[in-house]
C-alpha cells in the first residue's frame, strides 16, 4: 500500500477515491458481498458501493469496522487506512469558497487539484484555468447577475487559486483546445478580450501549458457539440476521468468505453488544431 505521505494532493475528493479502491480491493479479495459489508455497518449494500467509490464521506467506526470484518487486525496495517480516512474528511483549500461554489463543482475542483495531465476543449468560452481576472469577473456576472460585488471578487480570487498551481515547481501539463468562437465571441468590453488574449499568450509561454485553436476552417470528422475536460492521475489507483459540466449539474465519466472515445475526440480535435507557432500568430493577429 501507498504510504500516507506519498498520496497525491487534491484533498479530501482524490483521498476517499483512494481509500474507497482500498476498501473494495480488501473486501474481494475476503471474497465478501456488498450486502454483508453493509449489515456490519448497519447500512445498505448501495452506502458501500458509494463507500468504494469515494462519493461519501467515511466514519471512523464504519472503517473500524470494515477492517476487522476484511481480516485487517494488525494495528500496523489499521494505523494507514484509518489515517487515511481521518485526512479524506478534512476540507479542501476550495472549500472556503463554497458560498459562490455549486456544490457538484467541488468535486471537480478535488480531481483537479490532483491530476498530473489535464486536457481541455471549450467551444463557448475560455476555461477557468487560462481566464484573466477582468473575464472571470465578467462571466461571474453574466452567471448570476444579483450576485454582491464582494461573492464577484472571491469567484475571481478562486480562479486565480486554480491557476496558480500550474505556475508551481512541478506544475501539472494543462493542454486547452479553443474553439475560434471562444475568441470571437466577446465577453465585456474591448478592453476585457484584448487582456483575455495577453493572459492566453501568457499562460502558453509556461513550459507545462499547451494552447491551440480550432479554426472554423476545421472539418468536423467527430460530433463535438460540448465542451469537456479530460483529467489524468500519476496515482495507479486513480482511472481518467472525464468531466461534463451541465447548467445545474455535471457528470464525471470513468468507465474505459467513456474513456476511450473522448481520448480519440480530443486526439482528432487536437491534430486539427493550430500547432504552438501558429497559435501564437493566431493571438497576436487578434491584438493587432
Known amino acids: ?9 487534491g484533498g479530501p475528493t482524490v483521498l476517499r477515491i483512494l481509500l474507497g479502491a482500498q ?7 475476503r471474497g465478501i458481498g456488498r450486502d454483508e459489508a453493509g449489515y456490519a455497518i448497519r447500512a445498505s449494500d448501495s452506502k458501500i458501493s458509494r463507500m468504494e467509490l469515494g462519493r461519501v464521506s467515511f466514519k471512523q467506526r464504519d472503517i473500524d469496522d470494515l477492517l476487522t470484518l476484511y481480516g485487517v ?11 487515511l480516512a481521518r485526512e479524506a474528511n478534512s476540507p ?8 459562490v461554489l455549486p456544490p457538484w463543482f467541488e468535486t471537480y475542483l478535488g480531481l483537479e487539484e490532483a491530476a498530473s495531465v489535464v486536457r481541455i ?8 484555468l487560462l481566464q484573466s481576472e477582468d473575464y472571470a469577473r465578467t462571466i461571474a456576472r453574466m452567471g448570476q447577475a444579483d450576485a454582491s460585488d464582494a461573492d464577484v471578487e472571491r469567484h475571481v480570487r478562486l480562479q486565480a487559486m486554480r491557476q496558480r498551481r500550474f505556475a508551481e515547481p512541478d506544475a501539472p501539463t494543462l493542454w486547452a483546445v479553443l474553439d475560434e468562437a ?10 476585457v478580450m484584448r487582456g483575455q488574449v495577453r493572459h492566453l499568450i501568457e499562460m502558453a509561454h509556461l513550459p507545462n501549458v499547451t494552447l491551440q485553436i480550432l479554426p472554423f476552417a476545421f472539418r468536423a470528422s467527430t460530433l463535438v457539440n460540448s465542451p469537456f475536460t479530460i483529467l489524468r492521475f500519476a496515482e495507479p489507483d486513480l ?43 493566431f493571438l497576436m493577429s487578434l491584438l493587432a
Open 1 to 9: 500500500m501507498t504510504p500516507l505521505s506519498q498520496w497525491p494532493r
Open 23 to 29: 476498501l473494495r480491493r480488501l473486501r474481494e479479495n
Open 73 to 83: 487486525t494488525d494495528p500496523a496495517e489499521r494505523a494507514p487506512l484509518l489515517e
Open 92 to 99: 479542501g483549500w476550495w472549500h472556503r469558497y463554497g458560498d
Open 121 to 128: 476543449y471549450e467551444s463557448h468560452f475560455v476555461p477557468g
Open 182 to 191: 471562444v475568441l470571437r465571441r466577446p465577453v465585456g468590453d474591448r478592453g
Open 239 to 281: 482511472s481518467d476521468v472525464v468531466y461534463l459540466e451541465q447548467l445545474t449539474s455535471a457528470l464525471y465519466l470513468d468507465k474505459p468505453s467513456d474513456l476511450d472515445m473522448y481520448g480519440g475526440v480530443m486526439n482528432n480535435i487536437s491534430l486539427s488544431a493550430t500547432g504552438p507557432g501558429e497559435t501564437m500568430r
